[in-house]
């Protein structure tokens, strides 16, 4: 069975937790492969909410083997309280989660020196930027390498002040040994074996180093081509890739957002979806779809297979906008530009189904207005959707034949 990638198609959130949560059913294998704790991805089962930080969103499925890959940075403080706080919930995980050694270390100091990159982007104030900006200088510290000889000095190049530290890191790779793995070729077998393998990204392809809205991104991989870079698994190895999207647009932290609504309809999304960060806490800004921003993000990822989340949230709104192009210094263009400050949304309107498509599992139960609106949204980006999810619950979803 194939290998599955999982990415994010706007500005992270857009609910990959519960698709993978969802799409983990028929997958041996959940990999984490780039990002680290700033990802927070949703689980509801039942009455229970799980926020995943670095854990794969794939660990409550019993018989699955999680992994986190070299491409992440990992805060092994944190990771150890996921753990814990997993294994009050009765989930079983050691033996099942596993970590890459060439995954770099956040350091106390990249956590210190976030304050100004928080203030110009909004980050997490997770240290992300700072632990990738030293892994790309040469100078970070690999989890494998706590157990290795020689550490003072690589903490002493990475400007650390390592007495202390390195007892306290030492301390903590005792406990995290167990869950060491070399993540590679442990893949690589697998997939000689015909296991399946479902990679998940963490924020989105706006968020993306490479093919996001720079400066205003995160300093990793989100898109597809990560999942090869942040595992060692190569690209002639990846079966389909699933995109996800929520039937709106949410941002969180700064940066340009075209059909972001600043008035009570802004407010309404926020409200209906819950729109309030799963790592932070920070309210989400919320907007219309963009519709110009979802076809670039299924071009750069190669997506094969669309995942809509959220359509519920839409269901009190009495006509839905939606961006098919954006007026550029005056000039109507429909591809996605440099950047995006001053762009303005050109919509198209359609009216709203005012009723509730809320935890509908059939598509034929759908609202005609509902499917008119992901007629045309499939139809402007060239993708099918494949699923709509209607409510966080596990079973709110329809599977479109
Ligand atoms: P992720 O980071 O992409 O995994 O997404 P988050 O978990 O940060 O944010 C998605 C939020 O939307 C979570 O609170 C989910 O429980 C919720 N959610 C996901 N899908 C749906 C849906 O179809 N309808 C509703 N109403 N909520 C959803
Ligand atoms: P998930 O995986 C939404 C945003 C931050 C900030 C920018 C850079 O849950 O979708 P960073 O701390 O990464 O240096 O911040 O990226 N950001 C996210 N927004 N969801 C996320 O993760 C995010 N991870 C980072 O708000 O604007
Ligand atoms: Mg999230």
Known sequence: MPAKVVVGLQWGDEGKGRVIDYLAEEADIVIRYQGGANAGHT????????????????????????????GMVVDLEALLEEIDSLTTKGIEVEGRLFLSPRAHLVLPQHKDAEGSWEKRIGTTLKGIGPAYAQKYARLGVRVGDILEDGLEERLSF????FQGLTEKLRMVGGRIKPYLKDVEPFLNQALKEGKSLLFEGAQGTLLDID??????????????????????????????????????TTRVGRGPFPTELKDDLGELLQRGGGEYGATTGRPRRCGWLDLVALKYACEVNGVDKVALTKLDVLDRASEIKFCVAYLYQGERIEGFPLNLDHCEPVYERLPGWERPTKGIREFGQLPPQAKVYLDRISSYIGVEISWVFTGPGREDVIEVG
């Open 43 to 70: 689980v509801w089962v039942e009455d229970e909410r799980y926020i995943f930080h670095l854990v794969p969103s794939g660990i409550l499925h019993p018989k699955l083997i999680c992994l986190m890959g070299g």
């Open 158 to 161: 990475a400007g650390e002040n």
């Open 211 to 248: 093919q996001g809205t720079y400066p205003f991104v995160t300093s990793s991989h989100p898109t597809a081509g990560g999942a090869c870079l942040g595992t060692g698994v190569g690209p002639t190895k990846i079966n389909e890739v699933i995109g996800v999207a929520k039937a709106y």
